[in-house]
């Protein structure tokens, strides 16, 4: 499995650019400092929410992949029929 680790001030910043590049096409009048602190703001809480996102999805993944890797080696759970009857032996 791959190790990426994407950063909130990365994941902010691609945001907030995104944000900016999709209202500069509208035709608005120009961003003033509250419309600048605005996006700032919600970028930043966006992003919080996507790495949230994506260390659950990380975990899940090398959750799924460690039970496979357990399957593989036979280290699941055993059955209460297969303890009986080692126990019988």
Do not use: C, W
Request: positive net charge; without cysteine; aromatic residues 2%.
């Amino acid at each position: 499995m791959e190790k990426t680790k994407t950063s909130k001030k990365a994941l902010q910043s691609l945001i907030n650019d995104s944000m900016r590049e999709a209202i500069s096409h509208l035709e608005l009048p120009e961003a003033s400092k509250r419309v600048k602190k605005l996006l700032n703001r919600n970028s930043k809480k966006l992003a919080e929410v996507y790495t949230d996102i994506l260390k659950r999805e990380q975990k899940r993944k090398k959750k799924a992949e460690k039970f496979m890797e357990d399957a593989v080696k036979g280290k699941g759970k055993k059955s209460k029929k297969n303890k009986a009857e080692k126990e019988k032996a």
